[in-house]
């Protein structure tokens, strides 16, 4: 069986892939860059467009390759990658999209908001908001960790909410759609780094909309408990080599439902001895 070698760019790292004809033939008849501008411009326009699987086949790895593809343009203009974000965190939400893992999205610098401050309703298209517990990487991450050494490579710990915003139309797609459009990872707000022996495996956590608790649950409806998620976070980032710098954020994923947000609303994420994070959503 014939092999080819391409020097491809992943996350921003230059690396070598050797492809079999068989590889090339299966995964690389559809153009992951084309569908990729398509996904990297509804996010800009804040437009949604139809999802890609309705018009292409692709699979969970054509998915990545357009999220990869879709986040080179991001950094062409000047955003830096900051951290990992994960999804399908919870049991539940497994079974509901019939998968058997998690998923993972790139968060980039321009994504990173103040904890405090006003977000701008009119650049997304149907954002949500979620709560969850955020991590600080404190060494360079290039393989899969296992539970135990996790907290070795953890500065800290924050409580934090993640703005999901699916680039398709009626926030309706499949699995390889929401993989290919980044996870719908949009924004973030990460309230004030905690002790990293916290600990993390029941911890209640609310998300409050002027003031009235909407979502309430604990943290262990996230893998049983958050650090479990970090531990996956590593093990999927190094199945596709994606290095974890010192410094990066890697946000565990969602511990409610997430919220329609709407002009004028404030919104709070409090997590129990993590403290809190806030926002106010400006038309």
Known sequence: MSQTTFLVTLGGFMQLAVLTSSFISTHLQMNPEQLATLVDQAAMDARPIPQLSLSHSFSEADGYAIQAASMAHRYARGEKLIGLKMGFTSEAKMKQMGVHDMIWGRLTSSMLRENGSVLALNTFIHPRAEPEICFLIQKDIERELSLEEAPEYVEAVAAAIEIIDSRYQNFKFSLEDV????????????????????????????????????????????????????????RLAHQYGQPIPAGSYIMAGAATPAVFLSAG???????????EVTFTVEG
């Open 265 to 275: 609303q404030e919104v709070k994420a409090v997590v129990e001895a993590l403290g």
């Open 179 to 234: 993989i290919a459009d980044n996870c719908s990872s949009a924004a973030l707000f990460v309230g004030a780094w905690q002790d990293k022996h916290t600990p993390l495996g029941d911890l209640k956590i609310s998300l409050m909309i002027d003031g009235e608790v909407v979502q309430t649950d604990s943290s262990a409806a996230i893998l049983g408990d958050p650090w479990r998620s970090l531990q996956a976070a590593t």
